[in-house]
């Protein structure tokens, strides 16, 4: 009987051990995160514009003279030179008009030798008391007025040549030429308001595009306060996005930034210059261009990866600060810079971005933060 009163409380001593009669249980180790050591550094801030391209000039080709197309000298749709024959209008009449103003130039330098052999002959006179004074002023004037008479007829003669060099309308400037509005054997007029047709230059090709005045009003701002410098028009990269989304191969510069905004729209023009040897650009094609505005040397940017939207709606991220304590930051997010944003408020150099293991931690955690890629986040 005594016996079996000892293995019962043999049997219930470790039990009441086990249920509460030991040591206290542990507390769990901190949450392990990754972290990224913010530092700053040189970003290009970027801005997607829309726009249209515009033909880099465009030349509408008239006659100088009237007279009859006696033939087109190119073909439609062609690469032309500047100066390259495109019309022959009928020569004839404007050729012997040169001809006969050739001939009465040298019939009024004729007329200026007689004058001055004359002149020279009665001054001789003149002088040896054999000629009167009225004399010599007659034959003084006879010169001059032969003299006169000789460059009326080299004018004449000039403006001849001109009107016979304009039978022969040439390209005024190197490009893509359109099509013919004229044919042979139609009558056409000096400075008549129908174009024969037009010359467009496309290498290189203008981009006319539009930025709204609050962009630009910030960014002023932002280069006023120095956070940012302004790149140089001449210096400032543009790269076109077109209408298929695809890039084009080649980079344009930005040749100006208008100085009124529209009324209409509220935005600034500006117009960058881009490449076009193969004339893939066509006139009138919407595009998308991505414009270099300014540089910060001083740049915090944050991955997108780890900004999130807070029970407000604004962006936010996770930091660990100096007590290994998560703390939840407010961000102002500035332009998309690849995978990354630019923060222009509520990030400073040298925090601990936390970049890994956001899931499993929130703000006020006591948390171990260890380099990125070295946490364990499986």
């Given at each position: ?8 409380v043999a ?16 507390a ?9 050591v913010l ?7 970027n ?8 033909a ?13 197309i ?7 749709g ?18 012997a ?9 040298s019939k009024a330098?004729?007329?200026?030798q007689?004058a001055?052999?004359r002149?020279?002959?009665i ?36 403006s ?19 099509t ?28 006319d595009?539009?930025?709204s005045?609050a ?17 140089p ?23 100006f ?6 009324e209409?729209t ?13 004339f893939?650009?066509m006139?009138?094609?919407y595009?998308r ?10 740049a915090?940017l944050a991955?997108?990866?780890?900004v ?18 998560v ?5 102002k997010?500035g ?6 944003w ?10 601990r ?6 899931q499993?931690?929130k ?16």
């Open positions: 009987m005594h016996s079996g009163r000892t293995l019962l049997l219930v001593f470790p039990l009441f051990a086990a249920c509460g009669g030991g040591a206290p249980m542990s769990p180790p901190p949450a392990e995160v990754g972290v990224l530092a700053p550094q040189r970003a290009e801030i801005v997607e514009l829309p726009g249209r391209t515009v880099f000039r465009v030349a509408q080709v008239r006659p100088q003279i009237t007279g009859i006696q033939r087109r000298l190119f073909t439609e062609a690469s032309v030179a500047a100066g390259q024959p495109l019309y022959q209008i009928e020569p004839g009449t404007y050729r008009a040169r001809d006969s103003a050739r001939a009465a130039l330098e004729a007329n200026l007689t001055r052999l002149y020279e002959r001054d001789k006179l003149a002088k040896s008391g054999l000629a009167s004074q009225q004399d010599r002023d007659d034959v003084s004037a006879g010169l001059q007025q032969a003299q006169a008479d000789l460059g009326i007829a080299r004018a004449a003669l000039e001849a040549q001109i009107n016979l060099d304009y039978t022969r309308i040439v390209a005024p400037i190197a490009g893509r030429i359109a013919s509005a004229f044919t042979e054997g139609a009558l056409v007029t000096a400075n008549q308001a129908a174009a024969l047709t037009s010359v467009t230059q496309l290498d290189p090709i203008y981009v595009l539009s930025q005045s962009d630009v009003l910030r960014l002023q701002r932002q280069i006023a306060a120095g956070s940012v410098q302004r790149t028009a001449g210096a400032t990269r543009v790269q076109i996005r077109l209408e298929d989304g695809s890039l084009y191969p080649l980079e344009g510069t930005l040749e930034t208008g100085v009124t905004v529209s209409s509220g935005a600034i023009t500006l117009r960058a210059i881009v490449p076009n040897p193969n893939e650009l006139p009138g094609t595009v261009a991505v414009v270099q505005q300014a540089v910060d040397e001083q915090i991955p997108q990866s780890v999130a939207r807070d029970e407000n709606g604004e962006p936010a991220a996770l930091i660990v600060d100096k007590d290994n304590r703390e939840q930051r407010v961000l997010l332009s998309a810079l690849g995978d990354q630019l923060v222009t408020a509520g990030l400073a150099a040298g925090e971005l936390i970049v890994e293991g956001r499993k931690v703000a006020g955690d006591v948390v171990r933060a260890v380099p990125a890629g070295d946490a364990a986040t499986r």
